[in-house]
């Protein structure tokens, strides 16, 4: 069954969110690129230590679920970090799941970069103005409920018409 009716025109390719929020995210990273750089990190690798930084320790699952990062990406990320001594593996309840914490360096790291990232993002909040942020910010949130809503009902929907093939 298709998504929508053989019959409806497609928006124009410059009117498409996806490829909206791709450009706002694309322009907006290489602002923070050249500083998470000039630390030898990744931008997924500094991801999970603001994560860590902010949270403290988390399982991995979390830290995918916050920091927007495949668990394979993810593995290797923690790899890495952990090579270079800046996450440490967690004791847990449950032996199951991997828990990491910043490490003393992985702290200092984020203390030397905190700073100028902070500058970063209050220079793009001045250029694009702090009540827009605010209410970019919150629509994006609303927009990413509303979002996983229609993917949780479309999901029951395939779930119960499954159910009934049986």
Same mark, same amino acid.
Request: proline content about 5%.
């Given at each position: 069954m298709p998504d929508s009716p053989p019959d409806s025109e497609l928006r124009g390719?410059?009117?498409s969110l996806p +490829?909206?929020?791709?450009?706002?995210?694309?322009?907006?990273?290489?602002?923070?690129?050249?500083?998470?750089?000039a630390h030898g990190l990744t931008l997924q690798q500094w991801r999970v230590i603001r994560a860590l930084a902010d949270h403290g320790p988390m399982d991995a699952r979390t830290v995918a679920e916050k920091c927007v +990062?495949?668990?394979?990406s993810l593995s290797r990320i923690f790899r890495?970090?952990?090579d270079r001594g800046l996450i440490a593996p967690v004791k847990a309840r449950d032996a199951r799941r991997h828990t990491v914490e910043l490490t003393e360096a992985g702290r200092a790291i984020h203390a030397r970069m905190a700073g100028r990232s902070e500058a970063i993002?209050?220079?793009i909040e001045e250029a694009f103005g702090r009540e827009k942020m605010t209410q970019l910010l919150e629509l994006l949130s609303e927009l990413r409920g509303v979002a996983a809503l229609l993917q949780a009902e479309q999901?029951?929907?395939?779930?119960?018409?499954a159910g009934q093939e049986e």
């Amino acid at each position: 069954m298709p998504d929508s009716p053989p019959d409806s025109e497609l928006r124009g390719f410059e009117r498409s969110l996806p +490829i909206a929020l791709l450009r706002a995210r694309e322009a907006t990273m290489r602002r923070f690129k050249p500083h998470v750089d000039a630390h030898g990190l990744t931008l997924q690798q500094w991801r999970v230590i603001r994560a860590l930084a902010d949270h403290g320790p988390m399982d991995a699952r979390t830290v995918a679920e916050k920091c927007v +990062i495949l668990p394979p990406s993810l593995s290797r990320i923690f790899r890495t970090l952990e090579d270079r001594g800046l996450i440490a593996p967690v004791k847990a309840r449950d032996a199951r799941r991997h828990t990491v914490e910043l490490t003393e360096a992985g702290r200092a790291i984020h203390a030397r970069m905190a700073g100028r990232s902070e500058a970063i993002y209050r220079e793009i909040e001045e250029a694009f103005g702090r009540e827009k942020m605010t209410q970019l910010l919150e629509l994006l949130s609303e927009l990413r409920g509303v979002a996983a809503l229609l993917q949780a009902e479309q999901d029951a929907r395939r779930e119960h018409g499954a159910g009934q093939e049986e």
